[in-house]
Structures are given as structure tokens and as C-alpha cells.
């Protein structure tokens, strides 16, 4: 019985081991059919970025003593000319201390004047030699006194007429009013800004530059600009300031771009696209977009080399619409894979079938 056993069990493994694959057998990889596309030359598109109308020359203005705003003459948006009043203190105060300051130096004048007869009387009692040379010194000084407080009563009663005049907040420059800041009633101290005022004259675009952009839009060899509002004008820019440091919270480099052509049709505020004519934007390499995979080690295409797919690192210069452009990586004429390329691995057999470019370029 025992016999019996071992013997049937000798069988099924003799069968499980006939089931088994053949260790003379060959193990061949699949070759997996992928569609191809030669690498391609293109003009690159320009860099594009949406940005804002502002002035170049914002001022703050500001009252230079301090008082109660008594009148304000104009509001957001007024266009104003140099020397246009625009707001006035309560001149009470100023009046005051100008009347002060009068009394002052007329006090201090008398004072001279006293001081001025006595240096002559007693310069000739001294030279009659009737009274001694100190007491003579005594006047002298006592003059130079006088004379010292006389300039500096007139000095204060000129900075207190100035104070006077400074009463009325005028504009200094011709621009347009961005900002209020200030409201009847309300009591300022000297330096507080109570307009924001824009110049007109000189206009400029701020936008923002991600950090990979900064040397081509620093060597950028042309800009123009163009208005969300009015599409069809077209106006030539530079890059006039590019900040060396980026924004803590953005990451980006704040940008100014200067209109380098007055249009009465951009308005301060508006918005606009800068774009951004690099050097090297003639010609670039530009595969499909279906082409680039990232794995988790960076942007890739794969590559076929004589039949075997090839993982080749590329650096992605822009994205644009019709595929990627490259900065390097692959040759112009490399048949790059565009369908199937995120299922393959290094080395792996591929049979290529070349993708029409016209035909994978027409809507389904």
C-alpha cells in the first residue's frame, strides 16, 4: 500500500514538471509597434507675458507742515497741470506764526539798533579816553549779539512766509490722479501723502519673469507690445529695469518694459502682453508634445536607434501649441516616439511606423 502511494505520487510531479515551461527554451522580448515622427526644425515662438500699464513716474504729494485739509479740488482720475491746486490747509495756524515771527525780528531789529548806537557812543568815549577799554569790549560783543539775533529773526521769518505759502498742496508736474489719500476734515502731519499722482508722458509695462527666462528677456533682441483692448496695434518696447532678486512669494523677477512710443490709446491700468524676442529664436528643434514623458528624472523623449528605444534626456526651452521646443538633446532628423512612449523601457525591441505630420496635425 505504502508502495502504491509513492508511486503515485512520483507521477504527479513527473506531470506538473511536463507542464512546466522548457529550460532549453529561449526567451525572446516582444517587439511593440510605436508611431515615430522625425525631429523637426521650426521658428520658435516668442515668449509671452501679460502684464499691466503703469507710469514710470508715480508721485506721492504730500503737504510740508502739518494742519487740518480745509478743501480738496479734485479726484481720481483728473488730469492735471503743473502748478493746479489741488487741496488747502487751514491757514489760521501759518498766519499765526508769521505774525509772530514779524514781531520778532521787529524786536530783534531794535534790538541792533540799540546795540548798534551804543557801539558808537562809547567808541568815542573811548577814543576821548573817558572810560575804559573793557567797557568798550563790553559793547562790542553786545553789538555782535544783536546783529547775530537780527539774522536769525529775519532767516525764521523767511522759512515761516514759506510755511505761509505752504498752505496749498500744488501739482508739480502735469499726470493724472491715481490716489486719493486723504478727505476733508482730516488733520495731517507734514510728509503725509494726500495724492498719488501718475506722469502721462512716459508709460511702461510691468510684468513678472520666471527665473529660466531671465538671460533670454535680458538678451532679448526685440518686445513689442499689445493691448487686451485694442488687439491690433503692435508697439515697439525695451526692457528698461530687471530686478536681481526674485520675489519671495512669486519666485519670479519683477520686469519694466518701456513703451518706446507715446500711443494716446494706452491708457494707465490696462492690461497687455509683452512679447519677447529671444536671440536664439529663429530656428529651434520642435517635436510633438506626446513625445516628451517624465518619469520623475526629468524631461524625456525616446529615441529609436537601430530598432531599440533610447531614453534621452532633453531640456524644454517652451511650450507652445503645435509641440515643445527643445534646447538640446536630439538631432534634427531623430525619430522621436509620439504614441506608446510611456510603456517603454531602455533597450526594448520597437518596430517603428513613421507618423504623417499632416495627417497627426488634423483635428479627429
Same mark, same amino acid.
Given at each position: 500500500?505504502?508502495?502504491?502511494?509513492?508511486?503515485?505520487?512520483?507521477?504527479?510531479?513527473?506531470?506538473?514538471?511536463?507542464?512546466?515551461?522548457?529550460?532549453?527554451?529561449?526567451?525572446? @522580448?516582444?517587439?511593440?509597434?510605436?508611431?515615430?515622427?522625425?525631429?523637426?526644425?521650426?521658428?520658435?515662438?516668442?515668449?509671452?507675458?501679460?502684464?499691466?500699464?503703469?507710469?514710470?513716474? +508715480?508721485?506721492?504729494?504730500?503737504?510740508?507742515?502739518?494742519?487740518?485739509?480745509?478743501?480738496?479740488?479734485?479726484?481720481? %482720475?483728473?488730469?492735471?497741470?503743473? %502748478?493746479?491746486?489741488?487741496? &488747502?490747509?487751514?491757514?489760521?495756524?501759518?498766519?499765526?506764526? @508769521?505774525?509772530?515771527?514779524?514781531?520778532?525780528?521787529?524786536?530783534?531789529?531794535?534790538?541792533?539798533?540799540?546795540?548798534?548806537?551804543?557801539?558808537?557812543?562809547?567808541?568815542?568815549? /573811548? +577814543?576821548?579816553?573817558?572810560?575804559?577799554?573793557?567797557?568798550?569790549?563790553?559793547?562790542?560783543?553786545?553789538?555782535?549779539?544783536?546783529?547775530?539775533? !537780527?539774522?536769525?529773526?529775519?532767516?525764521?521769518?523767511?522759512?515761516?512766509?514759506? *510755511?505761509?505759502?505752504?498752505?496749498?498742496?500744488? @501739482?508739480?508736474?502735469?499726470?493724472?490722479?491715481?490716489?486719493?489719500? $486723504?478727505?476733508? %476734515?482730516?488733520?495731517?502731519?507734514?510728509?503725509?501723502?494726500?495724492?498719488?499722482?501718475?506722469?502721462?508722458?512716459?508709460? +511702461?509695462?510691468?510684468?513678472?519673469?520666471?527665473?529660466?527666462?531671465?538671460?533670454?528677456? !535680458?538678451?532679448?533682441?526685440?518686445?513689442?507690445?499689445?493691448?487686451? @483692448?485694442?488687439?491690433?496695434? &503692435?508697439?515697439?518696447?525695451?526692457?528698461?529695469?530687471?530686478?536681481?532678486?526674485?520675489? $519671495?512669494?512669486?519666485?519670479?523677477?519683477?520686469?519694466?518694459?518701456?513703451? /518706446?512710443?507715446?500711443?494716446?490709446?494706452?491708457?494707465?491700468?490696462?492690461?497687455?502682453?509683452?512679447?519677447?524676442?529671444?536671440?536664439?529664436?529663429?530656428?529651434?528643434?520642435?517635436?510633438?508634445?506626446?513625445?516628451?514623458?517624465? *518619469?520623475?528624472?526629468?524631461?524625456?523623449?525616446?529615441?529609436?536607434?537601430?530598432?531599440?528605444?533610447?531614453?534621452?534626456?532633453?531640456?524644454?526651452?517652451?511650450?507652445?501649441?503645435? %509641440?515643445?521646443? /527643445?534646447?538640446?538633446?536630439?538631432?534634427?532628423?531623430?525619430?522621436?516616439?509620439?504614441?506608446?512612449?510611456?510603456?517603454?523601457?531602455?533597450?526594448?525591441?520597437?518596430?517603428?511606423?513613421?507618423?504623417?505630420? $499632416?495627417?497627426?496635425?488634423?483635428?479627429?
Amino acid at each position: 500500500m505504502r508502495h502504491k502511494a509513492a508511486a503515485g505520487l512520483l507521477c504527479a510531479v513527473t506531470v506538473l514538471a511536463g507542464c512546466g515551461p522548457s529550460q532549453d527554451a529561449p526567451s525572446v @522580448a516582444a517587439v511593440r509597434p510605436v508611431l515615430v515622427r522625425p525631429v523637426a526644425t521650426g521658428n520658435t515662438v516668442p515668449a509671452v507675458y501679460s502684464g499691466e500699464v503703469r507710469a514710470r513716474y +508715480e508721485s506721492d504729494l504730500a503737504f510740508r507742515v502739518p494742519g487740518k485739509l480745509v478743501a480738496r479740488h479734485v479726484d481720481v %482720475g483728473a488730469r492735471v497741470e503743473r %502748478g493746479k491746486a489741488l487741496a &488747502r490747509l487751514d491757514p489760521a495756524d501759518l498766519r499765526l506764526n @508769521a505774525e509772530a515771527a514779524r514781531a520778532q525780528l521787529a524786536a530783534a531789529e531794535s534790538d541792533y539798533a540799540l546795540a548798534d548806537a551804543e557801539q558808537n557812543r562809547y567808541a568815542a568815549l /573811548l +577814543e576821548k579816553k573817558l572810560i575804559a577799554q573793557s567797557l568798550y569790549d563790553a559793547k562790542v560783543t553786545a553789538y555782535k549779539a544783536a546783529k547775530a539775533k !537780527r539774522d536769525q529773526a529775519r532767516a525764521q521769518q523767511a522759512v515761516i512766509d514759506n *510755511q505761509e505759502n505752504y498752505s496749498m498742496l500744488s @501739482a508739480d508736474h502735469p499726470g493724472v490722479v491715481t490716489g486719493v489719500l $486723504a478727505e476733508v %476734515g482730516q488733520v495731517v502731519s507734514a510728509g503725509q501723502p494726500v495724492f498719488r499722482v501718475a506722469r502721462t508722458d512716459e508709460k +511702461e509695462i510691468a510684468i513678472n519673469i520666471p527665473e529660466r527666462q531671465v538671460a533670454e528677456t !535680458r538678451a532679448a533682441k526685440a518686445m513689442w507690445v499689445t493691448l487686451w @483692448a485694442r488687439p491690433e496695434l &503692435r508697439l515697439p518696447a525695451e526692457l528698461r529695469e530687471l530686478s536681481p532678486a526674485a520675489d $519671495a512669494a512669486t519666485r519670479t523677477y519683477g520686469a519694466r518694459i518701456r513703451l /518706446l512710443a507715446n500711443d494716446p490709446a494706452v491708457q494707465l491700468g490696462m492690461t497687455a502682453q509683452v512679447a519677447v524676442q529671444s536671440p536664439s529664436s529663429e530656428t529651434a528643434l520642435v517635436v510633438p508634445l506626446t513625445a516628451v514623458v517624465d *518619469q520623475g528624472g526629468g524631461p524625456a523623449v525616446w529615441v529609436v536607434v537601430d530598432g531599440k528605444a533610447q531614453r534621452r534626456p532633453v531640456e524644454i526651452r517652451q511650450y507652445r501649441e503645435d %509641440g515643445a521646443v /527643445l534646447a538640446s538633446g536630439v538631432q534634427v532628423g531623430e525619430p522621436v516616439v509620439t504614441v506608446g512612449a510611456h510603456k517603454l523601457v531602455d533597450g526594448q525591441p520597437v518596430r517603428p511606423v513613421v507618423q504623417d505630420a $499632416a495627417a497627426a496635425a488634423k483635428p479627429p
